[in-house]
């Protein structure tokens, strides 16, 4: 028998759709950060109008 004859697309589909639901660990946290650092960095911004609009 050849693979051609065992070869089941709506098999290896399943795994595929199993595993393009869960994000890699690494691009998690490098999210988290970038959302931490842009929260930190617009609040500098903020800060640095508010401040400059009082003086």
Known sequence: MSDSENFD??????????????????????????LIAGHIFAAFLYLLFAVAGKG
């Open 9 to 34: 697309p709506l098999g290896s589909r399943k795994n595929y759709e199993a595993q393009e639901r869960k994000f890699p660990r690494g691009v998690v946290i490098r999210l988290f950060a970038y």
